[in-house]
Structures are given as C-alpha cells and as structure tokens.
C-alpha cells in the first residue's frame, strides 16, 4: 500500500515542499508462530527458559521502497512499538540487524627516500576495503524496535525489505505493536526534505499475539 510522506515541521515552521506518493510502500504487517529455526542460539535458549510463562511471535512487517529518478532516498527509518508499554512485551532477534555495504577506497603513500644529496619521492595507490551498515536495526530486549536505513556512496535505497522481529509476551494478555515510518529525501531545487509517514489504520497497529 502506498503511504503518504508529510514533511515535518521544523524550528521556523513546515519546510518547502509538498507531500509525497509513491516512494515508500508498506504490506499488510502480520505475526507468524514462532520458529525456532529462524533464531539466534540465545533466543532458542531464552525462548526455553520463558515459553511456560509467555508467548512468542514473529512480526513480520513489509517495506518497498522506490525513490523517484534524480531524488534519491537520503534515510528511511521504521519503528514498532508496544502497547501496553509496561515493559512485559519485548522485542527480539530485529532481522535484518545490519546490512553491510562492502567496498574497495583508494588511498595514496608517499615514500621520500634520502640519496646522499638528492631526495627522491615515490607516490603510490593503495586499495583498502571498506565496510559500511546501510541498514541497523535497535531495540532488542526492549519494547521499542527499529530499523534504521541510511543511504551510501553506491548503495541506494531501493527495492524490497521484509522486516522481522520476535515478539515476547505475558500469557494471557493481549496488545499491539503500534508502527510509525519517517523518510528524508533530496529534492532537486529544496536540498533534503525530512518526511513523516501517514500510516493508515489498517497498517499503524498490529494485534499481539
């Protein structure tokens, strides 16, 4: 579903621009049976420890992304968070946690080596690997989670993520993950504009468990 883009208000009032459609694109958010398979050692063993006393789900949120030609998304950051903030619901295993952006950069050496009464200098070219997260994701063992895409030389904001986290609950109860979105995006003419997601009903909550 494609969702509106307000841009939020600043210091010195709402910045220029309009709002935008077509650019950030949300499924229908949904909970699965947990999977064991899907989690991390620590998770199963915790997981073990809990399950007489509370429930696990998985949250699985859908997220398209698809900026417009020329305006390239600078960041993108999702949230979910749980109602009844009493601290009894919690958020686990965020996936993806970190997505890496893996790149070569060129660096330069210079050696002067000192012959007698002549200095002679040698410049060479040095490529080093570079690794950089376009994508984090916060918020394990809390009842907040989030996930944080940050464009980089290179690496563009664009295409499909599927979002997932493990849901910890008391049983018995019951509550929501309430989602929200912001974006930033560089505009031609207006520099980079910061975003806020209308979320329509149907995709700002989720019903837990």
Request: glycine letters at 8%; hydrophobic letters at 45%.
């Amino acid at each position: 579903m494609d969702v509106e883009l307000v841009p939020r208000a600043v210091l010195h009032g709402a910045q220029d621009g309009q709002s935008e459609r077509g650019v950030v694109y949300f499924g229908r958010p949904f909970t699965t049976a947990f999977d064991p398979a899907s989690a991390s050692e620590t998770t199963r063993a915790y997981v073990v420890e809990r399950e007489d006393v509370a429930v696990f789900r998985r949250l699985v949120l859908p997220l398209n992304v698809a900026p417009r030609p020329g305006e390239p998304l600078i960041s993108v950051a999702v949230q979910a968070v749980a109602q009844p903030a009493d601290g009894r619901t919690l958020f686990w295993d965020p996936v993806p946690c970190r997505l890496i952006d893996s790149g070569t950069r060129d660096s330069r050496v210079s050696v002067t080596a000192n012959l007698g009464l002549v200095q002679s200098q040698a410049e060479t070219a040095v490529q080093r690997p570079t690794q950089a997260s376009f994508l984090q994701a916060r918020g394990a063992g809390t009842g907040i989670v989030q996930w944080e895409f940050t464009r980089r030389p290179g690496q563009e904001l664009d295409g499909i993520y599927e979002l997932i986290a493990t849901v910890e609950m008391p049983r018995g109860a019951s509550g929501a993950a309430l989602l929200s979105a912001a974006a930033s995006i560089s505009k031609k003419r207006m520099g980079v504009i910061g975003y806020t997601a209308q979320l329509p009903e149907e995709l700002a909550a989720v019903l837990l468990p």
